[in-house]
Structure formats: structure tokens, C-alpha cells
T-cell receptor, first 117, second 115 residues
Framework: AQSVAQPEDQVNVAEGNPLTVKCTYS??????LFWYVQYPNRGLQFLLK??????LVKGSYGFEAEFNKSQTSFHLKKPSALVSDSALYFC???????????????FGKGTKLSVKP | GAVVSQHPSWVICKSGTSVKIECRSL??????MFWYRQFPKQSLMLMAT?????????EQGVEKDKFLINHASLTLSTLTVTSAHPEDSSFYIC???????????FGDGTRLSIL
């Protein structure tokens, strides 16, 4: 079965410090991996995706993520956190072999990022 | 960029009322749209896949007669919560993708509160 795990409910960092939000996945085929951010009472905003190619993917707002096939991980990173980065972050996977390229996303439970000044 | 609009953003109504939520892709066509439900402090759970011109595909445990989905055009899908009850109170979010390798784009969600 396809699944996504975000082991941390919350990540706390000081402004200006690097941040990492962890994500591991399990799919039967080739994964399409995504990171989304959600602000209170809002839908999800797309940050970045990995389909194929370079393992290091750069996305919106200075975020990047590294795809590691051997560890089945796709951790989200940012070199210098901002207070405005505080939000709920979701990792998601689309299993192409399961639902095709238009298949639905399977989400992790979310990680709350709190950046303090 | 691809924009998905969801309306209304907030609904408060009495038990027994039916509520319709609209999801529109503003600048692209979407043969497939997805409807999710999110409980407080929880992740998104897929409810159903809306297919233009055909019946929606519902996830296990989701009542088809309770959550009616209509995808009559390539830019509009609607979710109707029929005879809503307090346990249907939740945050409902739709999404659509402009292409096979494109990410899904989400509406801003609809907060449904049933009194």
C-alpha cells in the first residue's frame, strides 16, 4: 500500500537557522513526490515536486527538497528560516503505477513548522 | 499559474440542509478533480475523484448518496453535502491538475459548520 510518513508533528527553529522537515514514502512503483504548505483556513499551496532528474529539487520561497531513493526519503529544507515560513507542511506522493499520472495524492499527516524570531 | 477557485469559503447552516460547494479551474481544463476532507489538526483524506462527463469514483467509506459529485464541464466540479448533520462539519478542499506531470493545485477550501 502507498503511504507517506512525516515523523515529526512539529518542528521548531529560530529565524535565520536552517530547517528540515522530514518525509519518507512507500509506493509500489515510481513515485511522484510533492511538498505543499497550508496556512490557517486555507487550501494547500504547491512548493515543489520531484518527478525525475536531479535529486535536489528547488521550489518556491527558497525551499528545496532532496530525493533519496535508497532511503525512500524526500526531506524539505531551507537554508535560512523566516518567521513567515511558520505553517503546516504536507508531503505527498502520487503513485503513477497505481493511479496513473492523474492519480490522487496520498498525504502525510503534516508537520507544523514554527519559526521564532 | 494554474488557479483553482473554491466557493463558498465558509458555510454555517442548520442540520438537515443541503450544501453545494463549487470547484473551478480558472485557467485550465481539468478532466479530473479531487475532493478531500480535512479534520482539525489532521491530514487530507481523499473522498472522491470527480471525472468530467462520468460518475465520480468514491473512496471506501464515503457515502455516494450523502456526498453528491457533479463534474458537468471541464472547469467545474460540485460537491453537494445532502441533509447535512453536525458530524459532516469539516474543511472540504478540492484540487485539479492542468496536466499529467503538473502538480495538483488546490482551492482555498470550504469550512462547513452544521449546527
Amino acid at each position: 500500500a502507498q503511504s507517506v510518513a512525516q515523523p515529526e508533528d512539529q518542528v521548531n527553529v529560530a529565524e535565520g537557522n536552517p530547517l528540515t522537515v522530514k518525509c519518507t514514502y512507500s509506493v509500489s512503483g515510481n513515485p511522484y513526490l510533492f511538498w505543499y504548505v497550508q496556512y490557517p483556513n486555507r487550501g494547500l499551496q504547491f512548493l515543489l515536486k520531484y518527478i525525475t532528474g536531479d535529486n535536489l529539487v528547488k521550489g518556491s520561497y527558497g525551499f528545496e527538497a532532496e530525493f533519496n531513493k535508497s532511503q525512500t526519503s524526500f526531506h524539505l529544507k531551507k537554508p535560512s528560516a523566516l518567521v513567515s515560513d511558520s505553517a503546516l507542511y504536507f508531503c505527498a506522493v502520487r503513485d503513477v503505477n497505481y493511479g496513473g499520472s492523474q492519480g490522487n495524492l496520498i498525504f502525510g499527516k503534516g508537520t507544523k513548522l514554527s519559526v521564532k524570531p | 499559474g494554474a488557479v483553482v477557485s473554491q466557493h463558498p469559503s465558509w458555510v454555517i447552516c442548520k442540520s438537515g440542509t443541503s450544501v453545494k460547494i463549487e470547484c473551478r479551474s480558472l485557467d485550465f481544463q481539468a478532466t479530473t478533480m479531487f475532493w478531500y476532507r480535512q479534520f482539525p489538526k489532521q491530514s487530507l483524506m481523499l473522498m472522491a475523484t470527480s471525472n468530467e462527463g462520468s460518475k465520480a469514483t468514491y473512496e471506501q467509506g464515503v457515502e455516494k448518496d450523502k456526498f453528491l459529485i457533479n463534474h458537468a464541464s471541464l472547469t467545474l466540479s460540485t460537491l453537494t453535502v445532502t441533509s447535512a448533520h453536525p458530524e459532516d462539519s469539516s474543511f472540504y478542499i478540492c484540487s485539479a491538475s492542468p496536466g499529467s506531470h503538473a502538480p495538483q493545485h488546490f482551492g482555498d477550501g470550504t469550512r462547513l459548520s452544521i449546527l
